[in-house]
């Protein structure tokens, strides 16, 4: 069982506006900055959001990050169906001296 | 251009030993943290460990303590992972990635490789 929660799944029709959340606790995301990544099928994770609400060069302004307290949110609007992948989200935890991942989210574009 | 270059996998028999290595290009390590992370097949992201940027500290996940050791070799700007008493629950793919800040994001990633304990 992960330290960050992450709904299972998450769909939506090609334009729609979804959101991920990630639910952790003060000693992860709430001390310390939430970054999430996105992983194509049969490819390597990358980094889509940084610091909470930064987005890394290339990285289209369609992917937003937000945080609040001990959670924190990822939203697609104009969803794509490019966007069909696995999203994770993350952050270093200060009580376990580990990095933590939610279990991800698989976004379906219908 | 930054690039991480994992290789070393392989399958191997529980108990044995093996060692990861991702060679880095387009920055150094001693400026940067350094972590693996692998995945289980059909399964999410685990993070494994970490090295921080000046090798002073280090940090591994609890199921990994005491088996797998994380270094690296600056003057081939080289990361490595040694596992050791390998188990089938460590069968995954591995990948290396570059932290952006200490507590910060895995801002580059490998393309992973594979390692497979059965026996």
Request: proline letters at 5%; hydrophobic letters at 30%; a neutral charge.
């Given at each position: ?58 990285v ?9 307290g ?14 069909e ?26 | ?16 030993s ?79 990635a ?16 594979l ?5």
């Open positions: 069982q992960s330290v960050l929660t992450q709904p299972p799944s998450a769909s939506g029709t090609p334009g729609q506006w979804v959101t991920i959340s990630c639910s952790g606790s003060k000693s992860n995301i709430g001390d310390n900055p939430v970054s999430w990544y996105r992983q194509l099928p049969g490819t390597a994770p990358k980094l889509l959001i940084y610091g909470n609400d930064q987005r890394p060069s290339g289209p302004e369609r992917f937003s990050g937000s945080k609040s001990t959670s924190a949110s990822l939203a697609i609007s104009g969803l794509q169906s490019e966007d992948a696995g999203y994770y989200c993350a952050a270093w935890d200060d009580s376990l001296y580990d990095w933590v991942f939610g279990g991800g989210t698989t976004v379906t574009v219908l | 251009q930054v690039q991480l270059v994992e290789s070393g996998g392989g399958v191997v028999q529980p108990g044995r093996l060692r990861l290595a991702c060679a880095a290009s387009g920055f150094t390590l001693n400026n940067y943290g350094m972590h693996w992370v692998r995945q289980a097949p059909g399964k999410g992201l685990e993070w494994v460990a970490v090295i921080w940027f000046d090798g002073g500290n280090k940090y591994y996940t609890d199921s990994v303590k005491g088996r797998f050791s994380i270094s690296r070799d600056i003057s081939k700007n080289t990361l490595f992972l040694q596992m050791n008493s390998l188990r089938a629950e460590d069968t995954a793919v591995y990948y290396c570059r932290g952006e800040s200490p507590y910060g994001a895995l801002d580059q990633w490998g393309q992973g490789t390692v497979t304990v059965s026996p």
